[in-house]
C-alpha cells in the first residue's frame, strides 16, 4: 500500500491559450537586469499584435529595460470559484516606441498605469519565446516537504 497522493499534471498551454490569458489582465511582473542584478518591476501592460506595451517614466526600470540584455514579463491569474491557476512567461527584448504614429497607436490601447506621475516613455515587449501552463491549486492541507516536519518539531 502506498500513501503517495497523486499530483495532478500542469496543463502545458500553446501559443493562442497564452496570448488569451495576456489579455485577460492588466498586470504583470517585468525581469530585467539591472546594472550588476537582477530586478523586478510590476507594470501594466496591454497585448498589441503579437507584443507586450507598458508605459513608464524615466529611471532604473526604463534604462534596464532599454539595455542590451533581454527581459522577462510574467502574468498570472486564478479562478477563485474552480481552484484553477495560470502563469504566462514571455521572454524577449525591449524596444521604445519612438515614432510619433506608433505612440499615436498605443494611445488607443488605454494603457492606465497604477502610479501616478509622468509616464510619457512607451515600450514594446517583443517576444521571443512564449510559454505558459495552467494548474489546480490544491489545498494547503496537502503540501508537504521535509522543512514541514522540522518546523513541527521545533515548536512541540
Known sequence: MTNKLTVPEAEVLDNKQCWELLRSVSVGRLAVWAQDHPDIFPI???ADHGT???RTGEGS???AALS???VALEADGV???SGVAWSVVVKGSAESIKLTQDVMDTVGLLLFPWQAGRKDHFVRVVPTSLSGRRFKV???L???SPLDDATRAGVE
Request: overall charge neutral; cysteine-free; aromatic content about 20%.
Open 44 to 46: 501594466n501592460y496591454k
Open 52 to 54: 507586450l506595451v507598458y
Open 61 to 63: 526600470k526604463l534604462h
Open 68 to 70: 542590451d540584455t533581454p
Open 79 to 81: 479562478d477563485q470559484n
Open 138 to 140: 490544491t489545498p494547503p
Open 142 to 144: 496537502t503540501w508537504w
